[in-house]
């Protein structure tokens, strides 16, 4: 088993930068895929980003390429989602969650080892 631990969160104003940090502990990290998904209240749980055992490849959301990218290095056990320019849609509380072989990276049902969350509040 893996256990994830996210930070990094806060309250920030739109257009403000975030970068939050997965940090696992336990099995070997390279082991797994890393995603991010997000939960605004009232909504339901959404995709923002993957990446691979390596991180030779990932994936954004589409709300959100060209302002969030998605890193790691295995050697710190740790995957990074850097989010600038912030907006107000963006406030939720974000999960970082990973899996060996997930079955569909974007669905979050695929990922069985979950962080505790992270809130993100941007005001507008």
């Known amino acids: 088993q893996v256990q994830l631990v996210e930070s990094g969160g806060g309250l920030v104003q739109a257009g403000a930068s975030l970068n939050l940090s997965c940090t696992a502990s336990?099995?070997?990290?390279?082991?797994?895929?890393v995603g991010w998904f997000r939960q605004a209240r009232g909504t339901e749980r959404e995709f923002v980003a993957h990446?691979?055992?390596?991180?030779?490849?990932?994936r954004l959301a589409d709300a959100v390429t060209g302002r969030f990218t998605i890193s790691r290095d295995n050697a710190k056990n740790t995957v990074w989602l850097q989010m600038n320019n912030l907006k107000f849609e963006d406030t939720a509380v974000y999960y970082c969650a990973a899996d060996p072989r997930p079955a569909v990276w974007v669905v979050g049902s695929s990922y069985n080892y979950w962080g505790q969350g992270t809130q993100v509040t941007v005001s507008s």
């Open positions: 336990g099995r070997t990290f390279s082991d797994y895929v």
């Open positions: 990446i691979s055992w390596s991180g030779t490849n990932s």
